[in-house]
């Protein structure tokens, strides 16, 4: 179905309605499964049918899938599935997300990650876990979030008389806002991750912030100008502004020791790391191969880790990094070039 919706004719809205045509269509099967189905995604949950009017197509180059299941304990369970990607890498990293998030919960240090799962089903095909969210993206351009990020965890997370809140924010949404994104910045920065644009950066409503799309990583990427780290004004202005401008409840001196604190614990956890990047390089996976000549994926981790300088000069430098990636102008105006060709898609 997937590959049947991307090569079809039409404009997107079109090729939505050909989805939910498909899939409603009895003789595809897909409306009722009986037994229920252990869902291969996460087979704990038992599927019992796909909802047609729920399924949608994203706008994006290959065109994913947004179908929705219904589970045996009337819950829904959506999902989105791809094709014309090799998800075994996006797999790999999540799984090494997943293991950097153990790592700083062992030290008690919770930055509301998400690792949502993913599984390849094939070399260019496979499903991944569907979080309700919204990409940076579409909330800067929402009159209904005043446009900007601290207006989304404002509508979503209202402050009231009954509970302590930041910014006009409830607390614990800032919390996981300013946590979270504290602890990407320092993964993405380990790993490398490449092509951020504001559409893959997604929050939740309870402020959950995470990355998605890890077809680049170690340092590569598509464009010119790419960021070590992707922080930008508009996130940073989320969390009420950076030291040099600053609101009165800034969150920015958080946000930065959390930085500091996952930096310092994920290093002294490098060799568990190194060693896995390691095991990783001969799977097979283009995006994990051997740079040229002894370079290494495992050499392009170790860089960022600064092995060869003591912990206070790494938080330094560390420390160099955010003010130097919130000042670049070059992942802004990646970040315009990424919004009209998104336009001109649509």
């Known amino acids: 179905i997937s590959k049947e919706i991307r090569n079809s004719r039409g404009d997107r809205l079109r090729k939505i309605e050909q989805l939910k045509k498909m899939v409603a269509d009895p003789k595809n099967d897909m409306l009722n499964f009986y037994p229920p189905l252990p869902l291969p995604l996460d087979p704990d949950i038992k599927i019992t049918g796909v909802i047609p009017e729920e399924c949608n197509v994203f706008k994006s180059t290959l065109l994913p899938l ?6 045996d304990t009337g819950d829904d369970y959506p999902l989105i599935f791809k094709t014309g990607d090799d998800l075994r890498q996006d797999q790999l990293v999540v799984q090494i997300i997943a293991l950097m998030d153990r790592l700083l919960l062992k030290e008690n240090l919770d930055l509301k990650l998400t690792p949502y799962r993913i599984l390849a089903t094939a070399t260019l095909a496979g499903a991944v876990q569907f ?10 351009g929402s009159a209904k979030y005043k446009g900007s990020i601290l207006g989304y965890l404002r509508f979503h997370n209202p402050a009231t008389a009954d509970s302590p809140s930041v910014l006009g924010v409830r607390k614990e ?8 994104v504290a602890g990407y910045c320092v993964i993405t920065y380990l790993l490398g991750v490449g092509d951020r644009h504001l559409d893959n950066l997604l929050i939740s409503p309870d402020g959950h912030f995470f990355h998605i799309d890890f077809g ?3 340092g590569r ?4 100008m790419a960021p070590l780290m992707k922080l930008s004004r ?8 950076s030291a040099s401008d600053p609101a009165s409840d800034s969150q920015f001196d958080s946000f930065r020791q959390y930085c500091f604190t996952a930096y310092t614990t994920l290093r002294r956890s490098s060799s568990l790391i190194l060693n896995l990047f390691a095991l990783m390089q001969d799977a097979n996976i283009p995006g994990l191969a051997v740079f040229g000549g002894n370079e290494s994926s495992v050499g392009k981790v170790e860089e960022r880790f600064k092995l060869d300088v003591g912990e206070e000069e790494a938080i330094a430098l560390f420390a160099q990094l955010i ?14 070039l990424h919004g009209l060709a998104q336009g001109w898609r649509a």
């Open 66 to 71: 947004y179908v929705k299941f219904k589970t």
């Open 216 to 218: 680049y990583i170690l």
């Open 131 to 140: 979080i309700p969210s919204a990409p940076i993206s579409s909330i800067l």
């Open 221 to 224: 990427d598509p464009k010119p």
């Open 323 to 336: 003010e130097r990636e919130m000042g670049a102008w070059g992942p802004v105006l990646i970040d315009k």
């Open 234 to 241: 508009e996130m940073v202005e989320g969390m009420g502004g």
């Open 173 to 180: 949404a800032m919390e996981t806002y300013v946590k979270s």
